[in-house]
C-alpha cells in the first residue's frame, strides 16, 4: 500500500458574512501549510469586473425596477418592430 509523505490537510469551507457591503460576500479559509496559521480573506463569488452591479446606487435603481415590475408598471410587445415603432412614436412625440 502506497503511503503519503504527508497527510492531506481537508479543504476548509467558505464562512458567509452577513454584514458585508455587497450580498453574497464570503471569507475564504485557508491554513498556512508551513505554520499552520489559519487566514482568513474576503472572496467575492463573483469577478471584481462585475463589482459595479452590487453598488448601492445600482441596486438602489434594481429596486426601482423591480416595484415598477412588481406594480404592473410594463409593456410587453409582440415583437422587436413593435417595440421599436414605441420607440420612434415616443422620441417623436417628445421633440415636438
Do not use: C, N
Not at 20 to 25: D, I, L, M, V
Not at 45 to 65: H, I, L, M, N
Amino acid at each position: 500500500m502506497w503511503m503519503r509523505d504527508k497527510p492531506r490537510r481537508p479543504r476548509l469551507p467558505h464562512v458567509p458574512v452577513r454584514s458585508a457591503p455587497w450580498p453574497h460576500r464570503a471569507v475564504e479559509v485557508t491554513e498556512r501549510a508551513d505554520d499552520g496559521v489559519i487566514e482568513l480573506r474576503p472572496k467575492l463569488p463573483t469577478s471584481a469586473k462585475d463589482a459595479w452591479f452590487w453598488d448601492e446606487e445600482w441596486q438602489k435603481g434594481e429596486r426601482g425596477v423591480d416595484e415598477h415590475t412588481a406594480a404592473g408598471r410594463y409593456t410587453v410587445y409582440g415583437t422587436a418592430a413593435d417595440f421599436a415603432a414605441q420607440l420612434r412614436e415616443t422620441s417623436d412625440s417628445e421633440t415636438r
